[in-house]
């Protein structure tokens, strides 16, 4: 108990001490708190401190970064759903149909390696070379508070769709270890129109 006591005045007279002078830095400190994309409940949301200390061109890059991701992973949102309700006539490869590549994770053994090495090279050339990129003439000329808010929406919707494809893998590589674990024989259970 006394030494609770002794804690607790020596922490409150710590208060009444003189602060140290810290010697100011030249480093240009960039805030990025008015970005887009910080909005309510979570404001600026950086848990790793990776916006600590850079540039603006930096910061430019991985807002660009998290543009493509997020554009990527829409795509892998609805490659996830369009198998479940439809499939494309013809073969995948010689011998293997469409029809017979199943769903999800189990897809992976299912394509043959030749497959996964056109896909591979299919993205890396369309990263790399930056084909599909900038189409000027398809730009909607839009007045500047309905472009940020359009640019907010995509932000928005590309963090939602990282979050739902990282759930789709979860829930479907768990179902793959266990079949049936939760019961439901459909992969996507919330949206029973699918079936």
Known sequence: MKLAIAAI????A????PSAN???????KMSYE???GVIAPTGFF???GLSKNIDAETFEAYRTSELKHGRVAQLAVIGYIVPEVFRFPGEIAPGLKFADVPNGVAA?????SLGWAQMFFLIGAVDYYGFLGNFPSGQPNLEPEVLEQR???ELQHGRLAMLAVLELLRHDSQNLVSPGFDGLDKLITGLPFLY
């Not at 005045?9 to 409150?12: E, Y």
């Not at 992976?108 to 043959?112: L, Y």
């Open 9 to 12: 005045l020596a922490g409150s």
């Open 14 to 17: 710590a208060a009444f001490a």
């Open 22 to 28: 810290k010697a100011s830095s030249s480093v240009l």
């Open 34 to 36: 008015n970005e887009l």
């Open 151 to 153: 640019q907010l929406q």
């Open 46 to 48: 950086d848990p790793l």
């Open 108 to 112: 992976i053994d299912a394509i043959p």
